[in-house]
């Protein structure tokens, strides 16, 4: 395995709030490339998030998109692509291309795209369980929030690989007293409700883009006790945060990228922001 390296004696410090990196460091690396989340890492954060898609081969890959067209040189759906299909092409270079690139053609952040590992940590397509491994290699704790992305043709197939995923790496069924290391998110109710059956020791956190009048007064699918609002409904609806507390539950936030956002997630007293930008949200916690 190959380490994330931290600094020497670097140690992030604890903090109320978990800083928890959306696709990776995602403003600085390509995301869902194990470079952004190796960079996110090294920069501290408390957790990873990643967005995972079951391929027509049945592997679990870190891709938001149902298409690969936006992050990739590639076309096409996800669920109608092989593992060694997305393994040719390129998910990095379009993140370099709109950041520009040095005039000696090196990249700003990692020198020669062609001369370096790090090329191909921008490049190549990450798997579930690459990410897996990097994580258990980090040498701190470092969570890991997976989402699940539907609909999906392969509907329950992709819980089920998951859970057998997260078996093997021993996160199903973590020690007594000592709370899993990765969690479930999902806007689906249901693709929660499979994970749960199946592994009830792995938390679920329940995403919402808007707040139906079935969840308003913070009640949330059986099962799940942790709340996932956008950052636009914690603005609008500042009292969502309070009302879901009282039902007993915590509130994970995304996307948050901004200091004042920070400041109100922190005000309001959330559990988890959910950024882009991990090195900058937990300067900006550290700073007040």
Same mark, same amino acid.
């Given at each position: 395995m190959t380490t994330a390296r931290p600094a020497p004696g670097f140690r992030p410090e604890p903090s109320a709030i978990s800083v928890v990196a959306h696709?990776?460091?995602?403003?600085?690396a390509p995301e869902h490339t194990l470079a952004a989340y190796r960079k996110a890492i090294e920069d501290g954060a408390d957790a990873l998030e990643c967005d995972v898609r079951l391929t027509a081969d049945g592997h679990l890959v870190c891709v938001h998109?149902?298409?690969?067209?936006?992050?990739s040189n590639g076309r096409g759906a996800v669920s109608n692509l092989e593992l060694s299909d997305l393994a040719t092409l390129d998910f990095g270079s379009?993140?370099?291309?709109?950041a520009g690139e040095?005039?000696?053609g090196r990249h700003p952040e990692l020198g020669? $795209?062609? !001369? *370096?590992?790090?090329? +191909?940590e921008r490049t190549s397509v990450l798997t579930l369980e690459r990410l897996l491994e990097l994580v258990a290699d980090a040498g701190r704790r470092v969570e890991? $929030?997976? !989402? *699940?992305?539907?609909? +999906?043709?392969?509907?329950?197939q992709v819980e089920q690989r998951l859970v057998e995923l997260l078996e093997r790496f021993g996160h199903t069924k973590p020690p007594p007293g000592t709370p899993s290391p990765v969690r479930v998110m999902s806007f689906s109710a249901r693709s929660l409700q499979r994970v749960r059956a199946a592994a009830p020791a792995v938390p679920a956190v329940y995403l919402m883009q808007f707040i139906t009048p079935r969840h308003r007064e913070g009640r949330l699918p059986p099962g799940v006790r942790i709340a996932g609002p956008s950052?636009?409904?914690?603005r609008a609806h500042p009292d969502y945060v309070a009302k879901a507390h009282s039902a007993g539950h915590e509130v994970h936030v995304w996307t948050v990228n901004e200091e004042a956002d920070v400041d109100l997630c922190r005000e309001l007293g959330v559990e988890a922001?959910?950024?882009?930008?991990?090195?900058q949200v937990r300067n900006w916690l550290k700073s007040t």
């Open positions: 696709r990776g460091a995602s403003e600085d998109d149902r298409r690969i067209n936006r992050t379009w993140k370099d291309d709109a040095a005039p000696d020669s $795209a062609h !001369e *370096t590992a790090g090329d +191909t890991l $929030a997976i !989402e *699940t992305k539907h609909p +999906t043709r392969w509907a329950g950052i636009r409904i914690v922001i959910i950024t882009n930008r991990p090195k």
